[in-house]
């Protein structure tokens, strides 16, 4: 699963507010790789930045300030994250024929996949 989908789902699984310290809690990655996706969904207006509430201030270092964002959009959100299928193609049927298989826990051989994908070879 890439960066973006990982991200996004945090995010969809958040109902109400969020901010980036809770995304990086639970998808583990790096708070600038949330941050930047935070960033684009901003930009494609997916998600909007609330306000920016101030945290305990370290001494020796300056303040940190964690931003808290909500969804506006979320059918585009979960749209944006979704796997994209090719159209029909033979690669995409023999694929789907593979995953089948796999799921229901049969096998299959290289005939199989050409006689159900539809291929010429």
């Known amino acids: 699963m890439n960066k973006l989908r990982t991200i996004g789902t945090a995010i969809l699984e958040r109902h109400g507010f969020f901010s980036i ?3 990086v809690e ?3 990655l790096s708070r600038q790789k949330c941050s930047d996706v935070i960033v684009l969904f901003c ?7 609330i ?11 300056p303040p940190i300030y964690a931003m808290i964002y909500r969804v506006i959009d979320r059918e585009r ?3 944006r994250i979704a796997p994209r299928r090719c159209k029909n ?24 996949l050409v006689v159900l994908a539809g291929a010429k070879k």
């Open 21 to 23: 310290n809770q995304i």
């Open 26 to 28: 639970a998808t583990k």
């Open 43 to 49: 930009q494609e207006d997916m998600i909007k930045q």
């Open 51 to 61: 306000k920016k509430g101030r945290k305990e201030h370290v001494p020796g270092r």
């Open 77 to 79: 959100l979960a749209t």
């Open 89 to 112: 193609t033979v690669q995409d049927k023999a694929w789907f024929i593979i995953w089948t298989k796999f799921k229901n826990n049969g096998s299959f051989n290289l005939r199989d």
